[in-house]
């Protein structure tokens, strides 16, 4: 049977991916965020998950707000890395495991999560800003992800509890695939953060570091929690962390957090936590 | 809570956010560079003035979403430290020097 052997929070800021194609590993600016992400690439190594469950949000890349889904599940082999207006990141294609993902969808369905699917489709730094940290994509990739993109663009958002709820039925999904399989979830998004209006350049550490701990302790309390509390606390674009609630809800009750980074160099909070 | 991207700003700023999200090809991209009406034609006159003037609080507060400026911004070399520090009505200077890294850019 397949297993969830832990799980990773992180940012998804589309300049850490900058950071990284640059080679930035030294540059005193970068490198407390380079060493942050160290112990989670060792970890990643050392345990070897087959796949790595992604939740994270596309930025109205692929997805446009004509048909703006609010949970889609990807259910290919492959995942073409997606323009934002630069080209493509130099990196290869995502590997897929449309096997898992049809499992996962259908197990989800039957547990009243209506998903959208979706195949063929380029995935954005949403999900590969944070992976080129943790994972090396030479020669290739070392295993499969399955992206899972969530409305965090246009309100109505889903709710944190719901996230949290949707977590928990994916470690049903994934618990029940026969095949024998080990699975790292990962959930991104923040930390604080505002990009527009006159509160843009907002941050707050104080409460970061209060979600990091809560996220580890106290989910539940977290799941609790209104949108417009957490836009409130950590501005209009940081309420995206209640992607990390899936991952959570996906992770046992009495999962601990075995290493956290925190880092706020320019305009958001780049966080990563590892929990097993 | 001011600038919400919601339904109503959604429906507001549908047009010219596709034109922003056009972007992320590059033939649009190129056609744009070169050519910028031909590549808005579909946009009203005020809304082509606002992207030609690269006026980031005018897009937003027209309903562009955050995600579609961001597409434009790549495109024509800005950063998004330079989009934060127009909406909040300072220069790039200014806003760099309340940063904890002004260099992470």
């Known amino acids: 049977m397949a297993k969830i052997i832990g799980g990773i929070g992180t940012s998804h800021v589309p300049t850490i991916a900058m950071a990284f194609d640059k080679g930035k590993n030294e540059d005193p600016d970068w490198k407390p965020l380079f060493k942050g992400y160290q112990p989670v690439a060792r970890w990643l190594q050392e345990k070897k998950p087959d796949v790595l469950f992604f939740c994270f949000n596309d930025h109205a890349t692929t997805f446009f707000f004509d048909h703006y889904p609010t949970f889609a599940l990807g259910v290919s082999d492959e995942y073409r890395i997606a323009d934002e207006g630069l080209g493509q990141r130099p990196i290869p294609p995502l590997k897929g495991d449309a096997a898992l993902s049809r499992h996962i969808a259908a197990s989800l369905v039957d547990d009243e999560f209506d998903l959208t699917v979706f195949q063929d489709l380029p995935l954005d730094h949403g999900l590969h800003s944070p992976l080129t940290m943790m994972w090396p994509s030479k020669p290739d990739w070392p295993g499969r992800v399955v992206p899972l993109v969530v409305n965090v663009l246009q309100h109505p958002l889903p709710k944190p509890s719901r996230c949290y709820k949707l977590g928990k039925a994916i470690r049903k999904a994934i618990e029940s695939y026969p095949q024998d399989l080990t699975v790292a979830m990962v959930g991104t998004g923040g930390l604080s953060h505002q990009m527009i209006g006159e509160r843009a350049g907002f941050n707050d550490e104080k409460w970061d570091l209060e979600f990091l701990e809560l996220i580890e302790r106290d989910p539940e309390r977290l799941a609790g929690m209104s949108i417009q509390d957490f836009m409130r606390l950590g501005g209009n674009e940081g309420a995206e962390v209640i992607m990390w609630l899936i991952m959570r809800g996906a992770l046992r009750p009495d999962a601990r957090k075995v290493h956290q980074n925190y880092y706020l160099p320019m305009t958001t909070a780049m966080a990563v936590a590892l929990f097993e | ?105």
């Not at chain 2, 959604?10 to 992320?24: D, I, M």
């Open chain 2, 1 to 105: 809570m001011s600038y919400v991207f919601d339904l109503e700003r959604s429906a507001r700023g549908l047009r010219l956010n596709r034109f922003l999200h056009s972007l992320t090809q590059k033939h649009v991209r190129a056609l744009f560079l070169k050519n910028p009406d031909d590549a808005m034609q579909g946009l009203s006159e005020q809304e082509k003035d606002m992207v030609r003037r690269l006026d980031w609080k005018a897009m937003q507060d027209h309903g562009a979403s955050f995600f579609c400026l961001e597409k434009l911004a790549r495109t024509k070399g800005v950063s998004n430290p330079e989009m934060v520090a127009h909406f909040r009505g300072e220069s790039l200077e200014a806003f760099l020097r309340t940063r904890r890294v002004p260099g992470a850019k």
